[in-house]
């Protein structure tokens, strides 16, 4: 659950990546902001640019990555440096009984942050793409395919797409050449998301989200009156206000504008077989016939 404070610590967007469809290289990641990560930059660029993308206009695709696999290389080398100098340590003093008290005082401590610092790397974050297909007759191709991913701790990552697209065709207008402007843009855009304070969203706790999980169908389809079923917030892009409508009623194993009653409208009574496959722990792969991943 999160917390006011917790929500005023957390950063709205972590990383933002940028990729592009190369007629040469195939699908290249262009630029990470602030820094790289460990991610391999080939599987980046596939999960940005997925096939089939330039077959329509404008699309949204998400995935997730761990926050350790945001570590600059460097901060990683680091602290398996750190680590292997502190079992060298802890190797060296193994003689007097001072020494080794103090070593068996401060092993809780160690433990408890390691701890701390494993669950934090294992922490999942969503990441939203966007892609975009521009005709273009100066290209070989005939267009341009260009893709903008924002990384976020937040699960209801899908209020940022408004935002999102609106960068992405501001990048278009930027010259290709011109690496400069382009990286400055991402940095805009990461400092615009994380300038928006989403410290006041109404988060209902205990009874009252119980209660409210109850009746939640019918607030979402009808006038909830009192209780608000989402926080509008809003940010400013080249000039333009753009709303950010956080939904407030989510639940806790909610990602994302995912939605069980359309998939039980589409699938009928294959919902069912759906549902069976995930209780006994089977993959399920969703196949369809040009459609958008949106």
């Known amino acids: 659950k999160l917390t006011e404070e917790l929500m005023m610590m957390m950063k709205n967007v972590e990383h933002v990546f940028m990729s592009e469809f190369d007629i040469d290289k195939g699908s290249v990641v262009r630029h990470q902001v602030p820094h790289d990560t460990r991610v391999e930059s080939s599987f980046l660029a596939e999960l940005m640019l997925p096939e089939g993308s330039h077959l329509r206009k404008t699309d949204f695709t998400v995935f997730f990555l761990r926050r350790s696999q945001l570590r600059p290389a460097a901060d990683a080398d680091a602290i398996d440096a750190d680590a292997a100098a502190d079992d060298d340590d802890a190797e060296s003093k193994q003689g007097g009984d001072d020494e ?16 701390t610092t494993s669950e934090r790397d294992d922490e999942l974050l969503c990441c ?10 100066s290209v070989r191709r005939g267009a341009l395919v260009k893709s903008m991913a924002i990384v976020t701790p937040h699960r209801f990552y899908p209020a940022f797409k408004p935002v999102l697209l609106l960068a992405l065709d501001s990048y278009f207008d930027i010259g290709k050449d011109d690496v400069e402007q382009q ?3 991402l940095n805009r855009l990461m400092d615009t998301l994380n300038a928006l304070d989403l410290s006041k969203v109404w988060r209902p706790q205990g009874l009252e989200q ?9 607030l979402l389809n009808s006038d909830a ?11 400013e892009w080249e000039k333009t206000p753009i ?17 069980l009653q359309r998939l039980v409208q589409l699938f009928k009574e294959s919902t ?16 369809g016939h040009n459609q958008p991943a949106a």
Not at 273 to 286: E, Y
């Open 100 to 115: 080794e008290a103090k070593s068996a005082q401060q092993q809780p401590e160690n433990k408890k942050q390691q701890q």
């Open 128 to 137: 939203l793409n966007a892609v975009r297909t521009k005709m273009d007759s």
């Open 183 to 185: 990286r400055a843009l």
């Open 210 to 218: 119980r209660a409210l999980s109850a009746v939640r169908l019918r």
């Open 225 to 235: 009156g009192s209780v608000p079923i989402e926080y509008v917030a809003q940010v």
């Open 243 to 259: 709303p950010v409508r956080v939904p407030t009623l989510m639940e806790a194993d909610e990602v994302g504008d995912a939605s």
């Open 272 to 287: 069912m077989d759906i549902f069976t496959a995930l209780i006994r722990q089977k993959r399920v792969l969703f196949l």
